[in-house]
């Protein structure tokens, strides 16, 4: 469902649409919204429309007041958050619509912009998703995670340059020299053939993506290497294309990594590590993301052998658990190299613990956790890793108090301070603090009482059970 322009909605579509940019243009605000509403509901890509929505949802909530009303925000629309998120699976469009009910009231809830980026990808709405992903990073101007997402998405949609900035903002102030944001960057100016001035023709219907780049071959190939999910078909044609050029272009190693990425996914591990082990060998070798590349490959390599043990086997659960204990010594080996070569490197540092952890090396867990929450990044979930290693070491008040710490330095509400605030609860029951643990589990029924366990651990509390 590509997203529409206004001579490409229907006539009723078009009248509510004028009516309500009519409304929002005089402030009639709740006139605008209901306006607004109606004629998405007949034109659910009609991308104008929902950013004159959009902008009557922040003019009514009062964007000078927004740091106030984004703490607040979802306390009093989780009910509409779990239909929406019941919805997603089935009908994406009823979710977005759901969503989209939620901001009218609520402008900032992190919940429902996440569920229309998701619904609007499944409806293939990429500028929707970007709006919406536009507020999240607002709300969360330090997520990494959804720096990248969007930087990906701006870049689908002809502004590279937005998400860039971002990227590199993100370097400069947060996160000097981290892998994950070097490597994005790398990857998006390897990608930017488009120029923004040449979506801007594609949406006003004079041009295309061939005609934008004159090569139509060159054309084809980018709208192959753009779909998230490569059919069988086009991956084969990427794959022979890109063998092709290895006979005339030897040395390029952004070719060969894209390469043994897409023989990776055809589960041709054997030819992904070789050309891995090319690029190690060249003067780019000495690259970290490079060597997770690796390791990554390898894990997917067992779990493909997994996966072809025969069910009916007697010797199977047998086979399976083998493997996934080689598996897992391959993981914790490979990292530990890796922390060794790159000791100053926290990301690795985090994964190392959440490694220790698996295998159960409590405490060589916390050492890692320890060093890994001087990034910045990783910080909050280093400290929710280590309270969990104190808490399976009875050690109960050091969860606790580093679980309080945790939760003191994240201001919105999401699934990731649902989590700390839970296993708080969780920490202060074990402590016999029950009254203590009921306060927590309060926090998040307020805002999510689909949360786990939360609705009947409330529940009995006031039942006195």
Request: aromatic share 8%; charged share 30%; proline share 3%.
């Amino acid at each position: 469902m590509p997203e529409k322009q206004l001579n490409e909605v229907s006539i009723d579509a078009r009248k509510l649409y004028t009516k309500g940019a009519d409304a929002l243009s005089r402030d009639n605000l709740d006139y605008a919204i209901a306006l607004l509403n109606q004629a998405l509901e007949k034109e659910p890509a009609f991308f104008d429309c929902r950013k004159a929505l959009r902008d009557a949802q922040f003019r009514k909530a009062g964007e000078g007041k927004g740091f106030f009303k984004k703490m607040l925000s979802g306390a009093s629309s989780s009910p509409q958050v779990a239909k929406a998120k019941m919805a997603m699976s089935k009908n994406p469009g009823e979710a977005l619509a759901i969503a989209e009910q939620i901001l009218n009231g609520d402008p900032y809830n992190s919940s429902a912009h996440r569920i229309i980026v998701d619904a609007a990808n499944s409806m293939e709405l990429p500028r929707t998703a970007a709006m919406s992903l536009d507020t999240l990073i607002k709300n969360s101007p330090k997520d990494k995670a959804l720096a990248i997402e969007f930087a990906y998405l701006a870049a689908k949609i002809g502004e590279s340059s937005k998400g860039e900035k971002i990227l590199m903002d993100l370097l400069r102030d947060e996160y000097p020299g981290d892998g994950d944001l070097n490597g994005a960057l790398k990857d998006l100016s390897a990608r930017k053939t488009m120029t923004e001035g040449g979506y801007g023709a594609l949406e006003g219907g004079g041009g295309s993506y061939r005609d934008i780049l004159k090569d139509k071959k060159q054309a084809t190939q980018l709208e192959q290497e753009q779909r998230v999910e490569k059919s069988e078909d086009v991956t084969e044609k990427l794959i022979r294309e890109y063998e092709s050029r290895l006979e005339t272009e030897p040395n390029n190693l952004k070719m060969i990594r894209s390469l043994a990425e897409l023989y990776t996914s055809r589960k041709q591990f054997e030819q992904a590590l070789g050309l891995y082990d090319r690029i190690k060998n060249s003067a780019m070798g000495n690259d970290p993301t490079l060597e997770l590349a690796i390791a990554n490959t390898i894990v997917k390599q067992f779990d493909f052998k997994i996966e072809q043990i025969n069910p009916f086997d007697t010797e199977h659960a047998a086979q399976v658990e083998r493997l996934k204990a080689e598996k897992l010594n391959f993981q914790v080996a490979e990292c530990q190299k890796r922390v060794e070569k790159y000791p100053t490197d926290l990301t690795i540092r985090y994964e190392m613990g959440q490694l220790y952890f698996q295998v159960g090396k409590i405490g060589e867990a916390i050492q890692e956790f320890q060093k890994a929450q001087n990034n910045p990044h990783k910080k909050l979930a280093a400290m929710s890793y280590l309270a969990q290693c104190f808490a399976k070491g009875k050690m109960f008040d050091l969860a606790a108090d580093t679980l309080r710490k945790a939760i003191k330095e994240k201001l919105v509400f999401d699934e990731e301070k649902k989590d700390l605030v839970y296993n708080l609860g969780s920490v202060l029951e074990n402590m016999g603090k029950k009254e203590e643990a009921i306060e927590q589990y309060k926090q998040i029924f307020a805002v999510d009482a689909g949360y786990k366990d939360v609705t009947p651990k409330v529940m009995a509390s006031y039942s006195g059970q």
